[in-house]
């Protein structure tokens, strides 16, 4: 499936078929919530050219969604919400905006949340997570929320990762 500009990504990660692709032309979608959606084998989201497609609102994984794979589309918030949202990989991205990634309550014994090949950058000094990639504290359960590898986390007000939970 190949989506234009301004089409509601999210609907059709969720009515997309196990292991099919949806490509995103050049332009700017609005960000969406998945709640529970779940996908085996993965459904990988990918820009038509890598860098072009835009989500200007923030993306919400909750409820247990996992099988996704976004690649080559461009970011300015996403956050991660329970103890079953496991199994996504963001690549070949650029995540700029006033949040950044953030997770709550994932504690799945393998989350398996990916971010590869990635640029974090201009993060404005008002940014909630105080420029940081915010990933909460867990009860110290010792679980590896996220894998970050291959990427830059540069410029504006951009510290780091704020980690109360173990990444590699």
């Not at 919530?33 to 084998?41: A, D, H, I, R, Y």
């Not at 860098?51 to 970011?75: M, Q, V």
């Not at 000094?125 to 359960?141: F, I, Q, V």
């Amino acid at each position: 499936t190949t989506l234009s500009a301004g089409a509601a990504v999210g609907t059709s990660i969720s009515s997309a078929a196990a292991g099919s692709t949806i490509c995103l032309n050049n332009g700017n979608y609005s960000g969406f919530t998945l709640n529970g959606v779940s996908k085996s084998p993965r459904v990988t989201i990918r820009a038509v050219n890598s860098g072009s497609a835009n989500f200007t609102g923030e993306i919400s994984f909750t409820g247990g969604t996992n099988g996704l794979t976004f690649d080559g589309t461009n970011f300015v918030a996403t956050s991660f919400y329970g103890a079953n949202t496991r199994n996504i990989t963001l690549r070949n991205y650029v995540h700029t905006g006033k949040n950044l990634i953030d997770f709550e309550g994932v504690s799945n014994p393998t989350p398996n949340l990916l971010f590869e090949y990635f640029t974090h950058n201009n993060i404005p000094e008002s940014s909630a997570s105080n420029g940081r990639n915010h990933l909460a504290y867990s009860s110290g359960d010792g679980i590896i929320k996220a894998t970050f590898r291959h990427g830059v986390i540069d410029g504006g007000c951009a510290d780091g990762i704020n980690a109360g939970s173990p990444v590699l």
